[in-house]
Each structure stands twice: as C-alpha cells, then as structure tokens.
C-alpha cells in the first residue's frame, strides 16, 4: 500500500526530525495505520507479522505523549526476550534523539540487578523490559508504576507461548487502570484474545495482511567464506554478477568503513551509510546512488532502514544478520516491481546453524554455492570485454586508426596478431588482480562430511594494487603515510568525495612509512591540488603536490 509521509501522521516536529535523520523516507503500512489511532490514546490491537517496522509504530505515539519535566516512569513496553528488549530500548532512543533528557532504561533477566536498580532508582521516562524481571522490580517496589500512562505489549502471543500469561496478568493487575495499553500481535490466538477482554478497553484493530516472507523473485544463496577472504570473494561476485546497483550489508560501522576502503583500493564505484555519517552526507550518498554514480552501497541495517531504491539488482551480507527479521528486511531490497533480484549471503563455522534458523523462519531454501574460481571470473570478464568490443564494431567507425594497423600489417604481423595483443592490453587496463584465498584450494563442502575439516592449511591472500587504468597518469606526492595510520581506502574517499572525480581517476596508491604516491588522471590533477587545500585527513593537514622525486619527500611532515 501507499503510504502518506511520516509529517502527515501527527507526530511533533523533534520526532520527525528524528526519523529523517535516521534514514525514514515513508512510513511502513503498520506504522502509518497505528500510529495516528495510537496519538488519540485509544487502546488498540495491532496485527502485523514480524519484520513490519512495529516497534516505531507504538514507539512513536508513546514517545509523543512522555512529558520530560517528570523523571518518573510515564510507558512500559513489554517484551517476549531480553534480545527484543534490548533492541526496542535502542529503537526508542534512536527515535527519541531529539528529545534532550529523554531516559529510557532496559530491564530484564540475566543481567546484574544493582544496575537496574539504580537506574531505576536515578530516574527514566519509559522502561522496557521481560515479563518475569519487570514483575521482581514491581514486588520489590523498585518501579514505581503509579504514573504508567502507556502500555505496550509486544508481541503478546510469543509472550503467552513461553508461558509469561501469569506473570504479563499480574504485572498489568498492578498498574494504573486509568492507561492506554496497546497490543502487538502476529496472531489473535485465543490466549491474546482472552488478554485483551481482561485488560484492554475496546481497542481498536489495526491490521496488516500477512505478505510473503520473501519476494519469489530472488534468488537465494550462500557462500562459504572466512573473514579474511571476504574482501577477494564480494569483488569476485561483483566482477561475474556486474550488478547494475547493489548493498553490501554489514552487521558493524567498522565493517562498513574496512569494506568501502577495500573496494575503492580495488577501482569499484562504492560508498557507505552507518550511524555515524551524516544527515547532508547520507542524502549526498543516497543521490548518487539513485543516479548510478555509485554503483555499490556499503550499509549497516539501521543505516539503511526507510531506503526506498529502484532497480537493485544484488543484496550481498557479507556479515550474517543476527535476526532472520533483519534478513527478511535486508534481502527485500531487490526483486522489487516484479523484477528478479539476488541475495548472496557469506557464511562460516556455526554461522551455518543460524543460516539454517533463517531458512525455517522464511520457509525458504537457501542454495549453497561455491565462491567463483579465478579463472571462473577471468571468464566471465574476457566475454564482458568481447562483448563491448564487438558492440564498437557494429556501432562506431573506427577507421581512424587505419594507418597504425597498415603499418603493423606490413611488419609482417597478422590481423590475429594485433587482436590478440590490443585484447590483453584491454584486459591488463580494465582488469585487477586477483589473490589466491583458501577457498580456492578447498573441495567442495557437499564432498566433506560435515564438520570435517580441509586437508590444507589456508594461507594469506597477497595484497592488490588498485584496478585503474596507469596510462597518462601524473604521480602526486602525499605527506601522510604507514606511521599516520592511513590506508589506501581513505585516501582514495577522501579524494573521491572532496574533489567530485570522475570514476577512474585515481591509479595506483603505494603506501611508504612517511609519505604515499597517488596516481591521477593528468587532466584532473591540477584541480584535485587545488580542490584539497586545507582538508585534513584523519584529523592531520597535509601537503599533495607533483611528487618531483626522492629529493621532495621529506617536505612538509611536521605540519
């Protein structure tokens, strides 16, 4: 369904700022029917399968009526697990970012009770928590219920299925009767049917049908691949898939920022999004991308959650997603308008047990692959390279350069000759190099018995230089080198993003221990020295100039 934009629901204007600032383009269907029915402060039943954006739908409206002149408990939110618990505690304070003050404090079992106690103790507006730990603290009377206006049960029917009826009952006995309580639920089983009657005041049914877990259109599969080889085997998939458009999701920031720096080293159009980059930057990326200028975005979940993209052909995880929630969320992506999408997702060790855990929720197999070979993607890559070549001759006059092929003739060389030579010089110009990963002297899993362990022991993969074409380059000296901490990656950002470059305008970067070399594009490289004046990198100011030799480098260090 359509849905109106979040400015439209009725929230104030800090939590629509919050939710721009996150990253929310539009609301999700439960989102846009709960929350205007949740501000009037009605009770209400929503019906939504998980993986449908519930927790802003009642985290907002709450978040709207919190008065934060009064440092005492004014919601409650109830969870099934102490994992959702923490994850809603975090929603509410990402969502509540705007709001200064704001105290939301978790509480659940299996972490220390000093702790909550004097959180509790020191004063929150909103507490989340497990049933059997939020009832300690009730008969303790370490939580002061006695200003609970708001209510929210999340997933109540997973709660009665784990067997927390009597408990969520006397729990809800002890609040104030005068209160919104709001009801989240998959299903209307009778135990939540039951709990409504008893504790709810004619709530108001929010529905959303339940869609598909995943779309029919994607493709599944996974790929087994050690930390180390990761960087080697996502830019083997991106080199076969050639992917129009296509998100790298990452379960941290770092691994965010380590994989954008590896795939600009190697020459790939990307950029990332994480909880540190800014509004204005996140909708700089986020531009460039809908255009095509970056053709692979790097993201974290929250970073991408409200992205509303057309046209992605490939979701890479290159880290597995804790929740299948999250991978419902991330691999819904592509395969959108009934196009065909691809989901590959990179799996190691026990990972495989949580893969398996995905495959039963979504009810959905996930094909295993292997990684491709190097000679798979050398392949795939030299009918790329035939086909652009054969499109020019059908296409372009090329007569141009008649004189130069009359002259190679009458050296006695063959018209298969010069082909020959002019393809692997295409090749060498366009190509990278490739390193060689365990994986790639590894038989193949459906060959091994499960948990046996390869013959051969894995060895490092060597280091690449970055893809790029070196002809007409102009070398340019940069002060900051190994002892400053920079990489390869950052420079190449840095670059990118401060001077607007065209892709394929930075070559070669080699790294020495007090200075680097970067190699540019000689038409860019008179701008670039005058684009980067006075940017600092890591923090440090430095100097890129002409590199003019060995004699010219040691300028500049102490700036």
Same mark, same amino acid.
């Given at each position: 369904?359509?849905t109106?934009?979040?400015?439209?629901?009725?929230?104030p204007e800090?939590l629509?700022a919050?939710?721009e600032?996150?990253?929310?383009?539009?609301?999700s269907?439960i989102q846009a029917?709960?929350?205007p029915?949740a501000?009037t402060g009605s009770?209400?039943?929503?019906?939504?399968?998980?993986g449908?954006?519930?927790t802003?739908a009642?985290?907002?409206?709450?978040?709207?009526?919190?008065?934060l002149?009064t440092y005492a408990?004014q919601a409650?939110?109830?969870?099934?697990t102490?994992?959702?618990?923490?994850q809603v505690c975090?929603e509410?304070h990402r969502?509540?970012?705007?709001m200064?003050g704001?105290r939301?404090v978790?509480v659940y079992?299996?972490?220390?009770?000093?702790?909550?106690?004097?959180?509790?103790?020191?004063g929150a507006?909103?507490v989340v928590?497990t049933?059997g730990r939020?009832?300690?603290?009730v008969?303790r009377?370490?939580?002061d219920?006695s200003q609970?206006?708001?209510?929210v049960l999340?997933?109540a029917?997973?709660?009665?299925d784990?067997? +927390? %009826?009597e408990?969520?009952e =006397?729990? @809800?006995a $002890?609040?104030?009767?005068?209160r919104q309580? *709001?009801?989240?639920?998959?299903?209307?089983?009778p135990?939540?049917?039951?709990?409504?009657e008893?504790f709810g005041?004619?709530?108001?049914?929010v529905?959303?049908?339940q869609?598909?877990?995943?779309?029919?259109t994607?493709d599944?599969?996974?790929?087994?691949?050690r930390?180390?080889?990761?960087v080697?085997?996502?830019?083997?998939l991106?080199d076969?898939?050639?992917?129009?458009l296509?998100?790298?999701?990452?379960?941290?920031?770092?691994a965010?920022d380590?994989?954008?720096?590896?795939?600009?080293?190697?020459?790939?159009?990307?950029?990332r999004?994480?909880?540190?980059?800014?509004?204005?930057m996140?909708e700089r990326v986020?531009?460039? +991308? %809908?255009?095509?200028?970056? =053709?692979? @975005?790097? $993201?974290t979940?929250?970073?991408a959650?409200? *992205?509303d993209?057309?046209d992605i052909?490939?979701?890479f995880n290159y880290?597995l997603?804790q929740d299948?929630?999250d991978y419902?969320?991330?691999?819904?992506r592509t395969?959108r308008?009934?196009?065909?999408?691809?989901?590959?997702s990179f799996?190691?060790?026990?990972?495989?047990?949580?893969?398996?855990?995905?495959e039963?929720y979504?009810?959905h197999p996930?094909?295993?692959e292997?990684v491709?070979?190097?000679?798979?993607?050398?392949?795939?890559?030299?009918?790329q390279l035939?086909?652009?070549?054969?499109?020019?001759l059908?296409?372009?006059?090329?007569n141009s350069?008649?004189d130069?092929?009359?002259r190679?003739l009458?050296?006695?060389?063959?018209?298969t000759?010069?082909?020959?030579? @002019?393809?692997?010089m295409?090749?060498?110009s366009?190509?990278r190099?490739?390193?060689?990963i365990?994986?790639d002297?590894?038989e193949?899993?459906?060959r091994r018995r499960?948990g046996?362990?390869?013959v051969r022991e894995?060895r490092e993969p060597?280091?690449?230089a970055p893809?790029?074409d070196d002809a007409?380059?102009?070398?340019?000296f940069f002060?900051?080198g190994?002892?400053?901490?920079?990489?390869?990656g950052?420079i190449?950002?840095?670059l990118?993003?401060e001077a607007?470059?065209?892709?394929?305008s930075?070559?070669h970067?080699k790294l020495f221990?007090?200075h680097?070399?970067?190699d540019v594009?000689s038409e860019?490289a008179?701008?670039?020295?005058?684009?980067?004046k006075?940017?600092k990198l890591?923090?440090?100011?430095?100097?890129l100039d002409y590199?003019?030799?060995p004699?010219?480098r040691?300028?500049g260090?102490?700036?």
């Amino acid at each position: 369904m359509d849905t109106p934009p979040f400015s439209e629901l009725g929230l104030p204007e800090e939590l629509l700022a919050a939710v721009e600032s996150l990253g929310f383009e539009r609301p999700s269907p439960i989102q846009a029917l709960s929350i205007p029915v949740a501000l009037t402060g009605s009770d209400m039943l929503g019906l939504s399968q998980t993986g449908s954006g519930k927790t802003a739908a009642f985290a907002l409206p709450v978040l709207a009526k919190i008065n934060l002149q009064t440092y005492a408990p004014q919601a409650l939110m109830v969870c099934p697990t102490r994992e959702l618990a923490v994850q809603v505690c975090e929603e509410v304070h990402r969502l509540g970012a705007k709001m200064r003050g704001l105290r939301a404090v978790p509480v659940y079992g299996g972490a220390p009770m000093d702790r909550q106690l004097r959180a509790l103790r020191d004063g929150a507006h909103i507490v989340v928590g497990t049933p059997g730990r939020l009832l300690d603290h009730v008969r303790r009377g370490s939580f002061d219920t006695s200003q609970i206006a708001h209510v929210v049960l999340d997933e109540a029917d997973r709660m009665l299925d784990l067997g +927390f %009826r009597e408990e969520m009952e =006397e729990m @809800l006995a $002890a609040l104030p009767k005068e209160r919104q309580t *709001l009801f989240f639920s998959a299903t209307m089983s009778p135990g939540v049917k039951r709990l409504i009657e008893h504790f709810g005041r004619d709530p108001k049914t929010v529905k959303v049908e339940q869609k598909a877990m995943t779309v029919s259109t994607i493709d599944q599969s996974c790929i087994e691949v050690r930390e180390r080889s990761k960087v080697e085997v996502i830019s083997r998939l991106l080199d076969m898939e050639a992917p129009k458009l296509a998100i790298i999701f990452c379960n941290t920031k770092r691994a965010v920022d380590e994989c954008t720096e590896a795939l600009l080293a190697r020459g790939y159009s990307a950029d990332r999004l994480h909880g540190d980059i800014t509004q204005q930057m996140r909708e700089r990326v986020l531009k460039r +991308f %809908r255009d095509g200028i970056i =053709e692979v @975005l790097v $993201a974290t979940d929250v970073a991408a959650r409200g *992205l509303d993209v057309e046209d992605i052909e490939a979701v890479f995880n290159y880290d597995l997603p804790q929740d299948p929630e999250d991978y419902v969320h991330r691999i819904g992506r592509t395969g959108r308008a009934g196009r065909s999408g691809r989901a590959v997702s990179f799996v190691f060790g026990r990972e495989i047990h949580r893969l398996e855990m995905i495959e039963r929720y979504t009810r959905h197999p996930i094909r295993r692959e292997r990684v491709p070979s190097q000679e798979q993607v050398e392949g795939k890559l030299a009918d790329q390279l035939f086909e652009e070549v054969k499109e020019r001759l059908t296409e372009s006059k090329f007569n141009s350069y008649q004189d130069q092929m009359d002259r190679l003739l009458e050296q006695g060389f063959t018209p298969t000759d010069v082909a020959s030579v @002019l393809f692997t010089m295409l090749r060498e110009s366009s190509g990278r190099e490739f390193g060689e990963i365990a994986e790639d002297r590894e038989e193949p899993r459906e060959r091994r018995r499960p948990g046996e362990r390869p013959v051969r022991e894995p060895r490092e993969p060597r280091e690449r230089a970055p893809r790029g074409d070196d002809a007409d380059m102009t070398p340019l000296f940069f002060s900051l080198g190994k002892m400053h901490g920079v990489r390869p990656g950052e420079i190449v950002g840095m670059l990118y993003n401060e001077a607007g470059l065209p892709q394929g305008s930075i070559g070669h970067i080699k790294l020495f221990d007090k200075h680097s070399r970067i190699d540019v594009r000689s038409e860019h490289a008179e701008r670039l020295l005058q684009v980067v004046k006075g940017i600092k990198l890591r923090g440090r100011p430095f100097i890129l100039d002409y590199d003019r030799g060995p004699g010219d480098r040691t300028r500049g260090h102490g700036r």
